[in-house]
């Protein structure tokens, strides 16, 4: 793309994960990712716990990307770093190590905003992998713990929220009715595994009349926890014995909502590339409805590596390339934010 090579360091600290990337060009060089245990007792990310972790982790985690990556310090060319959304706290350590460091080496800094990051992850290149990124324009479904919505995107920095969720996200959802069920936290992957043995159409749960491309997933989290406190009342196994059914109930109810809704966009807009991204796009059985619907509706799928899925800072990396293509830098009065549109 450029003549030079251009190295980038990605920092990311929106939530529980402390990650460094070292992106060049386009290619991955390094991928670190420090995931915090300390929050699985509580069931849930504790804010306080959280950026206290990103504090003991950022140092180490970056030495290894760059050492990991083959290079030194001297050769990184611009840091960038998740501006926001996501914990105030957790953000600050990220920000404010990017800040120091570009500061030190005389270098510019990038602000990234995290749902860019995931949507841009799809361009992410591996040395040795076949490399295969969606076309423009494009949809993306960005499903994750705090997001989910369906973005129109235009070029690599040119995106539009089309549809999203006006309570709850996709992921939420997963996590609070698989923590009304005990299962640990986070619950989606333990929800994804569990319904693999169930019955999808078991149960029925209830979904949402919102108008337009948007979603809605509170009413489903209410609906669940009811059904299971009335069930509870006459049977206290109810859950034990029926856990497979709940989860594959609880997936299909969760994968119509988000299908119905991509598939409408696509009619509107009259776009088949389709491609989806955010920590809920690991699972296993919108992953299956994504293939079917493409066979059925004739799109064309990306589905980004699991790894690139999760909150990391590869992603963040390859946004803050085009963004120092196009000279997008900021100073050092940058501060995160907490809430933000694409
Ligand atoms: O994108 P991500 O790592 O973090 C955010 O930025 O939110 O997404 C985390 C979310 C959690 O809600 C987690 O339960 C969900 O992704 N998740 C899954 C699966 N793997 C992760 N949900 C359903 N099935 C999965 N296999």
């Known amino acids: 793309m450029s003549e030079k090579e251009i190295t980038i360091?990605?920092?990311?600290?929106?939530?529980?994960?402390?990650?460094?990337?070292?992106?060049?060009?386009?290619?991955?060089?390094?991928?670190?990712?420090?995931?915090?245990?300390?929050?699985?007792?509580?069931?849930?990310?504790?804010?306080?716990?959280?950026?206290?972790?990103?504090?003991?982790?950022?140092?180490?985690?970056?030495?290894?990307?760059?050492?990991?990556?083959?290079?030194?310090?001297?050769?990184?060319?611009?840091?960038?770093?998740?501006?926001?959304?996501?914990?105030?706290?957790?953000?600050?350590?990220?920000?404010s190590f990017a800040k120091g460091f570009t500061l030190s080496m005389n270098i510019p800094l990038i602000e990234v905003n995290h749902l860019q990051g995931h949507v841009l992850?799809?361009?992410?290149?591996?040395?040795?992998?076949?490399?295969?990124?969606?076309?423009?324009?494009?949809?993306?479904?960005?499903?994750?713990?705090?997001n989910s919505q369906i973005i129109l995107v235009r070029d690599y920095l040119d995106m539009e929220v089309i549809g999203q969720t006006i309570d709850d996200a996709a992921g939420?959802?997963?996590?609070?009715?698989?923590?009304?069920?005990?299962?640990?936290?986070?619950?989606?992957?333990?929800?994804?595994?569990?319904?693999?043995?169930?019955?999808?159409?078991?149960?029925?749960?209830?979904?949402?009349?919102?108008?337009?491309l948007d979603y809605s997933f509170s009413g489903l989290k209410t609906n669940f926890l009811y059904f299971?406190?009335?069930?509870?009342?006459?049977?206290?196994?109810?859950?034990?014995?029926?856990?497979?059914?709940?989860?594959?109930?609880?997936?299909?109810?969760?994968i119509d909502i988000l299908m119905s809704k991509l598939k409408r966009a696509a009619k509107e807009t009259g776009i088949r590339e389709i491609t989806v991204a955010g920590g809920v796009s690991a699972n296993s059985g919108l992953r299956s409805a994504l293939r079917e619907y493409a066979a059925k509706f004739g799109w064309s799928l990306v589905i980004p590596k699991f790894e690139y899925t999760m909150d990391n800072a590869a992603m963040i990396a390859i946004t803050g390339y085009y963004k120092y293509l196009n000279k997008e830098f900021v100073g050092q009065n940058v501060v995160p934010f907490a809430r933000t549109q694409l």
């Open 228 to 254: 299971l406190r009335d069930h509870l009342k006459e049977n206290e196994s109810f859950i034990e014995e029926n856990k497979q059914d709940l989860c594959a109930s609880l997936q299909h109810t969760i």
């Open 121 to 146: 992850a799809l361009f992410i290149r591996e040395n040795g992998v076949e490399y295969n990124p969606p076309n423009f324009p494009f949809l993306c479904l960005l499903v994750s713990g705090g």
């Open 9 to 95: 360091l990605g920092i990311e600290s929106s939530c529980d994960d402390t990650s460094a990337a070292i992106i060049r060009d386009e290619t991955i060089l390094s991928n670190v990712v420090a995931s915090q245990k300390v929050h699985e007792e509580f069931g849930g990310v504790v804010p306080e716990l959280a950026s206290r972790a990103h504090q003991q982790n950022i140092i180490p985690v970056v030495d290894l990307a760059i050492k990991r990556a083959g290079i030194n310090r001297e050769d990184i060319d611009a840091v960038a770093f998740t501006r926001g959304p996501g914990l105030l706290g957790s953000l600050l350590v990220g920000t």
């Open 172 to 212: 939420e959802a997963f996590d609070k009715c698989a923590k009304v069920m005990g299962l640990p936290y986070p619950g989606g992957p333990h929800v994804d595994r569990l319904a693999k043995g169930g019955n999808p159409r078991r149960f029925e749960f209830s979904k949402p009349r919102i108008p337009g």
